[in-house]
């Protein structure tokens, strides 16, 4: 038994006329009588009665007529979703992420990936960047928002620079240097300093010491929490000056700190990250999103 065989009845049981069915399908009517005697054959039991001038379905006839139904109703819609699987449509993507640099657009972005995708499953995991490369590394992950990290390289992970921001100095309000429109590196020698841990943050921490390296001072690390957003609860503490990427501007706002970028201007990049292997149809949609988004500015 074929596909063939139970198209050519279900045409035949549901017209109930060889002429009929044989327009339907674009067939000879002798190739419709065959098939119908070759499925009677293989199961053994009579489907249609005929006579010279009607045909009626028998009682089997009529279930096989109701699961071939079925069947084909299912059949199409695998056929359905193996499409949009292999086009990113179904499925499930494995998100990790880093929170103040994609809270601006994360939630927008996902809002299109919806629309785009509407049968894929979205799970997001909020981490550090050494635990977002970790975890795609392992699979656990399909894809990550994040900061490089000091192993990245050794990972051999495919990564696409999303944006690169400036670090700033983050001040309390009152402070001296409050209304002024930036800072230079070599004004925060000697001043109580407040940054990213660096097993929170590498690639960073490191680019923090590097910018008080090259303006000629050794910082004053007072505080290295493991929270970014902890840096500003003790600069509005009127405890330190903290160092920060400027996009804590965009997620957190009040009047009792500022931030001022820091010149010479250093920056960290954001960048999304993937393995090839693990890149399944979902996942390379997401990405084409980002691209889309990349490319128009939005993010």
């Given at each position: 038994m074929d596909l063939r065989h139970l198209r050519y009845f279900q045409a035949i049981a549901e017209d109930l006329s060889?002429?009929?069915?044989?327009?339907?399908l674009n067939v000879v009517q002798p190739a419709l009588s065959r098939a119908l005697k070759e499925l009677e054959a293989e199961l053994g039991v009579e489907l249609l009665a005929r006579t010279r001038r009607s045909a009626r379905l028998t009682p089997a006839g009529r279930i096989l007529l109701d699961e071939t139904s079925l069947m084909f109703e299912r059949l199409e819609q695998a056929v359905r979703r193996v499409r949009?699987?292999?086009?990113?449509?179904?499925?499930?993507?494995?998100?990790?992420?880093?929170?103040?640099?994609t809270r601006r657009f994360l939630g927008p972005l996902l809002e299109e990936f919806g629309r785009r995708c509407p049968r894929v499953t979205v799970h997001l995991e909020e981490r550090t960047p050494e635990r977002v490369w970790e975890m795609v590394a392992r699979g656990r992950l399909h894809v990550g928002l994040t900061r490089p990290v000091l192993a990245h390289a050794a990972l051999q992970m495919q990564t696409h620079l999303l944006r690169d921001e400036r670090l700033c100095a983050a001040i309390p309000r009152g402070h001296e240097w409050w209304g002024r429109r930036s800072l230079l590196w070599r004004q925060l020698a000697g001043r109580p300093l407040i940054v990213l841990a660096r097993r929170e943050g590498a690639g960073?921490?490191?680019?923090?010491?590097?910018?008080?390296?090259?303006?000629?001072?050794?910082?004053?690390l007072l505080h290295t929490p493991s929270v970014?957003?902890?840096?500003?609860?003790?600069?509005?503490?009127?405890?330190?000056i903290g160092i920060v990427p400027e996009s804590l501007g965009d997620t957190e706002s009040s009047d009792r700190w500022s931030l001022l970028p820091l010149t010479p201007s250093l920056t960290i990049p954001l960048v999304m990250v993937w393995k090839e292997e693990h890149a399944e149809p979902p996942v390379t949609a997401f990405r084409t999103l980002v691209t889309d988004w990349l490319r128009a500015g939005r993010l």
């Open positions: 060889f002429s009929s069915a044989a327009r339907r949009r699987a292999a086009e990113g449509q179904e499925g499930e993507l494995r998100l990790g992420y880093i929170g103040p640099p960073s921490h490191d680019e923090i010491l590097a910018g008080c390296r090259q303006a000629g001072f050794s910082p004053k970014v957003s902890t840096i500003l609860r003790y600069v509005e503490g009127g405890v330190g």
